[in-house]
């Protein structure tokens, strides 16, 4: 059934569903068009409704091969919408869902298309905030890439940013989703072109491995280690391009790459990786372990206790095909509740610890234990010694010869012997 979104505008069906809205096919006055139309709560508040205006030269000034563009933007009454470049073809997401990992070449390359959306929006002074492969759409229109890869595009630019109104969000909430949030964000600080760069690189890692590296489990434990881990290694990698996701992984922002020397890095490693199989990685068939959470991440149960919401397991890898309860890390969460000051701090410490001086903590904690040791030893040495004394007094003081502090002997009664009488 047809719809009209303002003036220029009909839908007719929808054709996707996001964490901000729903993606309907659309006609314009130029031709096809998909336009994403925000959640009804959305489009009720001002303060976004402003903003929503207010970025509107941004986005739709945003114009590149490798970018969904944004033709136009809406609002009208109770709608609020973003008219787009209607793209022939599927996310990402269900490409992985359908197909499972890529080829290497494949991945690299896909991925490298999307460095190039980044770098043009990174340009223009706009942060993505949400990269995941939701939001990465695969152009069959377009002639493929190599390794026979479709061209990729990126989308949903300025949603995440829009959604983080302060009205809605203040300064204890997080945007975005948990299984690609780099770690700056999780400490608080404001979101930067670096947080681009960690999650398209766990989205790499995704199409590579089969799971993101620190997803999986309850809420708290994903942020935790995305600021305490180190990125697990992906075995049978090259080591050029294990270098390249090890390096945009970094917990700090300022050792990432930019996103156009990532996407120049990236295709500097596609001839190396001609012909090489998808990976298959004997971890992704081990049981899930159980995890119970700390108590310092158990205060992000409130984000996986809502309706439908299911216990979850932490395991070697994130599924990519669909299950009967979905893996609420991989939404987008616009509720979830930011750390503490005392959280944060002592992610950040314990980051910081592991970064700046691993080798001096394990001397420190072998110190340490070298203490305890001899403590322990001089406590024994005591506790014998004393004991050694005890049993040689008790010893001594048992002896009859010794004459004195020994028992007294045994009292022996007698009768007086008679005196004879004196003869005369």
């Not at 002997?409 to 003869?423: D, E, F, G, I, Q």
Request: net charge neutral; aromatic share 4%; with cysteine.
């Amino acid at each position: 059934m047809a719809r009209k979104i303002g003036s220029r505008y009909t839908v007719h069906q929808v054709i996707g569903r996001g964490s901000a809205g729903t993606v309907w096919l659309g006609e314009g006055p130029d031709g096809p068009v998909a336009v994403k139309l925000l959640r009804e709560d959305l489009a009720s508040d001002q303060v976004l409704v402003g903003r929503f205006v207010q970025e509107r030269a941004a986005l739709t000034g945003l114009d590149h091969p490798r970018v969904v563009g944004v033709h136009d933007m809406v609002v009208d009454g109770d709608d609020l919408a973003l008219v787009m470049e209607l793209v022939h073809g599927s996310d990402l997401r269900s490409r992985l869902e359908r197909e499972g990992v890529l080829a290497p070449q494949a991945a690299v390359s896909v991925i490298a298309d999307v460095a190039d959306g980044l770098a043009a929006a990174h340009a223009a002074g706009i942060v993505h905030r949400d990269v995941k492969p939701e939001n990465v759409m695969l152009d069959l229109a377009e002639p493929p890439g190599p390794g026979g890869a479709p061209r990729a595009k990126l989308t949903d630019f300025g949603i995440a940013r829009l959604v983080d109104a302060p009205r809605r969000t203040r300064a204890t909430r997080i945007i975005g989703t948990p299984d690609y949030l780099a770690p700056e964000i999780i400490e608080g600080l404001e979101p930067r072109a670096a947080v681009d760069i960690y999650a398209l690189a766990t989205v790499l890692y995704e199409l590579l491995a089969g799971f993101t590296p620190f997803g999986g489990g309850h809420t708290g434990a994903v942020l935790r280690r995305h600021v305490t881990e180190s990125v697990p290694p992906v075995p049978g990698l090259p080591d050029g391009l294990w270098r390249i996701i090890a390096e945009c992984l970094a917990k700090a922002p300022a050792s990432r790459l930019r996103a156009a020397e990532l996407a120049d890095r990236l295709r500097e490693q596609l001839p190396a990786l001609a012909g090489l199989p998808p990976l298959v990685l004997p971890a992704q068939g081990r049981p899930p372990v159980e995890e119970v959470p700390t108590p310092g991440e158990a205060v992000y149960a409130e984000a996986d206790t809502g309706t439908g919401a299911h216990r979850r397991r932490r395991g070697p890898a994130v599924p990519l095909v669909p299950a009967p309860a979905p893996d609420s890390t991989r939404d987008t969460h616009t509720s979830l509740r930011r750390p503490s000051a005392q959280e944060l701090a002592a992610y950040a410490a314990e980051s910081r610890a592991q970064r700046a001086a691993p080798a001096s903590a394990h001397r420190r904690g072998r110190r340490a234990l070298v203490r305890r040791r001899r403590m322990l030893a001089v406590l024994l040495a005591v506790v014998l010694l004393l004991a050694g004394a005890a049993a040689a007094y008790t010893a001594f003081a048992a002896d009859p010869a010794n004459g004195s502090g020994g028992p007294a002997p045994a009292a022996t009664s007698y009768r007086p012997v008679p005196t004879p009488p004196a003869s005369h």
